[in-house]
């Protein structure tokens, strides 16, 4: 069975400064998609960032980078000069090609300080 | 409409009171998804749906409960009897296709408190 562990619970980062968030993943799949969304208080995921498997290259969404690596099974989310805006809950989020199921990981809460 | 809709916002309930709660998708989304979310947890899935079947029930916990989808657009969970260990955020998200890594839009979900 597919599974996604993001290990950090919580994380802290300085305003303007860089954080970089951990998962990694279980699967037997070559292709497949994944995720990061965004949880702020106000409860709706919102997707940050997406990025295809087959595709090399590392997605970018303005100050949000992922670094996936393949082989490791790892898909880290960099956020650049961090706002205050940024604390959330963030998931990271897989899915099979061809199947519709999203599988989440428990979350990482992120603080931001002033 | 122009996102994810769900009511109630928050529901408190006694013990062994009988819930709906509701989901309106993006208009034209096929697929839709119930996820629940308990404090310190992840999203667990619970069901999905393309048009009005659900081909994948296998996330619901226990026969309590159950959910519809009509017209290929609302869509209603329904959790009889509750019980304490049912209180969590409930989240709806639905999307154009379900598959081929398109993006889930969520609600902003129903918080159920059981006492």
């Known amino acids: 069975a597919q599974t996604v562990t993001q290990s950090q619970p919580e994380m802290s980062v300085q305003e303007a400064e860089t954080v970089t968030l951990s998962c990694t993943y279980d699967?037997?799949?070559?292709?497949?998609?994944l995720f990061w969304y965004k949880q702020p208080p106000s409860r709706q995921m919102i997707l940050v960032i997406r990025?295809?498997?087959?595709?090399?290259q590392n997605a970018t969404e303005n100050r949000f980078s992922v670094n996936f690596q393949k082989a490791a099974k790892s898909f880290s989310l960099k956020i650049s000069d961090s706002q205050l805006g940024d604390a959330a809950m963030y998931f990271c989020?897989?899915?099979?090609?061809?199947?519709?199921?999203?599988?989440f990981g428990t979350g990482t809460r992120l603080k931001v300080l002033a | 409409g122009a996102g994810v809709s769900q009511s109630p916002s928050n529901k408190v309930t006694e013990k062994g009171k009988d819930v709906e709660l509701r989901c309106d998708p993006i208009?034209?989304?096929?697929?839709l998804y119930w996820y629940r979310q308990s404090l310190g947890q992840g999203l667990e899935f619970l069901i999905y749906?393309?048009?009005?079947?659900?081909?994948?029930k296998s996330g619901l916990p226990s026969d309590r409960f159950s959910a519809e989808r009509t017209g290929g657009s609302v869509s209603t969970l329904t959790i009889q009897r509750t019980q304490q260990e049912d209180s969590a955020v409930y989240l709806c998200?639905?999307?154009?296709?379900?598959?081929?890594?398109?993006?889930?839009?969520f609600g902003q979900g129903t918080r159920l408190t059981v006492v």
């Open positions: 749906f393309q048009g009005n079947s659900a081909p994948d």
């Open positions: 989020a897989y899915q099979a090609s061809g199947t519709y199921k999203y599988i």
């Open positions: 699967t037997s799949e070559s292709d497949y998609y």
């Open positions: 990025q295809e498997a087959y595709k090399q």
């Open positions: 208009s034209g989304h096929t697929a």
């Open positions: 998200a639905s999307s154009l296709r379900g598959r081929g890594g398109t993006e889930a839009f």
